[in-house]
């Protein structure tokens, strides 16, 4: 049985009094209308993002109720305007003070670092090798968050490809040597810290300060998310290589999952595959016009133009980023994983991708 150290409970205790004051004050907001027979309560991605604002919360406010005849429907809101951390997600989800909730698989880095490993900075180079990872991942990764945390993973979204934002001319990788760089993952600052870059864990929200104060020169964020945030006001160089995506895993606590009504459960059996579907479409379309829009070019139908100069990657930095991968980040994740994740990459991403564990100092 997994103990909640006593520093651990305190905080997660006062984490529930701000989720209890979250649906106290939602329920006070809902309309006049007759409410549906039975109300979930869920916790979803980034606001303002697109998972979140096409996908997510009309899944949950509007087609939940529809697809049910209106005996089901859902509240949501996005953990990051719910008063919940982060990095608490998966214990809040394990002690069922947060039901239903998003993951972001970054934020495991430090307490989980063997349910990042489909992720890893320089892994998948496009949309293609990131599933292929995934799909060789997920049987693991399902099975050990029932068993080993009580979670039932119902969905893993991704985000658009994370690339490079950059204020100062830039031509290649080599060229982001000395340079503050901002990061959302340890993955992440392993592959800018192997290119001689200076890592700069910042939140997502802070990315615009950042850039504005001069703490970081450039950042790592998604291709449309960074287009949301206003970068090619604040960056003009587009560095168009994925160094992550952004895996985000919908799950919910097992006891609540099983205590739904059975016609429930096999509803959203049924329909959150296909919401997953539609994310990742949506994504490989973000990463497109995230590139376009922030070009400036005339493909770009969705996101406000900028004038970006898109820096290609060149034969000579895709090989870089294969070493990179194979030298620093995936070494530095069994080191921090420990002996068991050299079993579990051998079991799953390893053969699928055919990169083996490396061996020797």
């Not at 651990?8 to 006049?32: D, G, K, P």
Request: charged letters at 20%; one cysteine or more; glycine letters at 8%.
């Amino acid at each position: 049985m997994w103990k909640v150290p006593n520093n651990v409970m305190s905080r997660l205790l006062r984490l529930f009094v701000l989720c209890c004051n979250f649906w106290a004050i939602s329920a006070v907001a809902q309309t006049a209308a007759a409410p549906a027979p039975y109300k979930l309560r869920v916790v979803g991605g980034l606001a303002a993002l697109t998972q979140y604002t096409r996908w997510e919360e009309p899944f949950w406010i509007r087609e939940l109720l529809r697809l049910s005849g209106g005996k089901f429907s859902a509240d949501i809101v996005p953990f990051d305007r719910a008063g919940v951390p982060g990095v608490e997600m998966l214990r809040l989800l394990q002690l069922g003070v947060v039901p239903f909730g998003t993951t972001l698989m970054s934020s495991l880095s430090a307490q989980y670092p063997q349910y990042t490993a489909p992720d890893l900075a320089g892994l998948n180079p496009d949309m293609a090798s990131l599933k292929t990872s995934l799909a060789a991942f997920r049987p693991y990764l399902e099975k050990a968050l029932r068993e080993q945390h009580g979670v039932e993973a119902l969905a893993i979204y991704t985000y658009p490809a994370q690339v490079l934002f950059c204020k100062k001319p830039l031509g290649a990788l080599a060229d982001l040597s000395g340079r503050r760089i901002r990061v959302s993952s340890v993955g992440q600052a392993d592959f800018v810290g192997a290119l001689g870059g200076v890592p700069v864990s910042t939140a997502f929200a802070e990315i615009v300060s950042n850039l504005q104060n001069g703490n970081v020169e450039c950042a790592i964020t998604g291709t449309m998310s960074g287009n949301t945030l206003g970068l090619p006001e604040l960056s003009h160089y587009l560095y168009s290589m994925p160094l992550t995506w952004g895996l985000a895993i919908f799950g919910a606590n097992r006891a609540a999952w099983e205590a739904l009504p059975p016609d429930l459960r096999s509803l959203l059996r049924s329909e959150l595959p296909k919401l997953e579907a539609a994310i990742w479409e949506e994504s490989e379309r973000d990463t497109a016009q995230g590139v376009a829009c922030n070009s400036g070019t005339p493909a770009c139908k969705a996101g406000r133009k900028g004038n970006m100069v898109v820096v290609p990657v060149s034969a000579q930095d895709e090989r870089r980023r294969q070493e990179i991968f194979r030298s620093t980040v995936l070494p530095n994740w069994l080191k921090r994983c420990g002996v068991r994740c050299n079993e579990i990459w051998s079991q799953t991403i390893g053969p699928a991708r055919q990169i083996s564990v490396p061996t020797g100092p």
